[in-house]
């Protein structure tokens, strides 16, 4: 039977197919369970089986290709980090109980090791994306990552995975384009504090605006589109600013890697904030990622766990991230 007759037939299915060759890596690391930041914590080790399990009911795990995250070394870190800033964080890691590094984000005893383990993630996503071994990779980890600036954990963020990723691709695999994509609810300091001013990365973002940490609106560095929206925005919105002001500036970029902070906190349902998205916005904004790296990139995109806090909606929304990457 010919391919656009089974396209008409079972689309996904015949999607799913073809892209085999090439699989979508799923990487993570049981440290990023033991993580733990205590019982009413937004940002817990749940959110990782609401993904899990989700990707399994929706028959959709047996098309990953599952990896175990490796730490990323002291001189990935450093790349990003300042020294001084990750001996402060290897210091204050607990033997046991909680410690407080700001308001919001506590390490536990396994926090320092998920961490290591989180922004190892994005590296060996890079590096299997670079050799060809896979064209797509989500890395399910925690703690996230794009609150974390140069010099300060913040925001439940220890280390910038995607900044230690990112910054991977160009040290390590001569990439010399490269683009951020954070549709997180909240705006990425700690990726525009590492990287404002970098004409080799490319940033764009959406943020609900006023909303923690505040920032995103003021002095914006060349390299930098964020595109503010206000509470109660939705899907029209989103699109329109991903339309009007990403894909534009996408285009002029020609990344060679997409990364993604993948924040699903932008969903109706997420307690910590008030946008509008709904799954399908999640399925509509990666295909549109997907044809932009089909263009200039090679297909190839990384995308990384930052929050989404409502279990099931981050699920879902995760899910139909995934399942687009996959089908690709
Ligand atoms: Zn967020």
Redesign the pocket.
């Known amino acids: 039977m010919p391919v656009v007759a089974q396209d008409r037939i079972r689309p996904a299915a015949a999607r799913i197919a073809r892209a085999i060759a090439v699989p979508t890596a799923f990487i993570s690391h049981p440290s990023s369970l033991l993580h733990d930041m205590g019982p009413y914590h937004p940002e817990c080790p749940d959110r990782l089986h609401a993904i899990g399990d989700r990707l399994i009911s929706a028959g959709l795990d047996g098309y990953l290709r599952h990896y175990l995250a490796p730490e990323a070394t002291a001189a990935q870190l450093a790349r990003v980090h300042g020294a001084a800033y990750i001996a402060t964080i290897e210091a204050e890691s607990p033997d046991s109980g909680l410690h407080y590094i700001d308001p919001d984000t506590a390490m536990n005893a396994h926090s320092l090791n998920a961490a290591r383990h989180a922004a190892g993630a994005v590296v060996l996503a890079t590096d299997l994306v670079t050799r060809g071994e896979c064209r797509t990779a989500f890395c399910a980890v925690r703690p996230p990552g794009h609150h974390a600036e140069r010099n300060r954990a913040m925001g439940f963020c220890l280390f910038n995975n995607i900044a230690v990723g990112v910054a991977h691709a160009i040290a390590a695999h001569g990439v010399s384009r490269v683009a951020i994509v954070d549709f997180?609810?909240?705006h990425g300091n700690g990726t525009e504090d590492i990287f404002a001013g970098d004409s080799r990365v490319l940033m764009v973002s959406t943020f609900q605006h006023p909303l923690y940490p505040y920032s995103g609106t003021e002095n914006q560095a060349a390299n930098m589109v964020n595109v503010p929206l206000a509470e109660g925005s939705g899907s029209d919105e989103f699109r329109d600013a991903v339309r009007m002001r990403w894909l534009p500036a996408l285009e002029r970029h020609r990344p060679e890697i997409i990364y993604v902070s993948a924040?699903f906190?932008a969903h109706r349902e997420d307690p910590?904030?008030g946008l509008k998205l709904v799954e399908s916005d999640y399925a509509w904004v990666t295909r549109e990622l997907l044809a932009v790296a089909a263009r200039h990139a090679k297909g190839r995109i990384v995308s990384a766990l930052?929050?989404g806090y409502a279990l099931s909606a981050l699920g879902r929304s995760a899910t139909e991230h995934i399942r687009e990457m996959i089908a690709a």
């Open positions: 997180d609810v909240h924040g906190d910590l904030a930052e929050g």
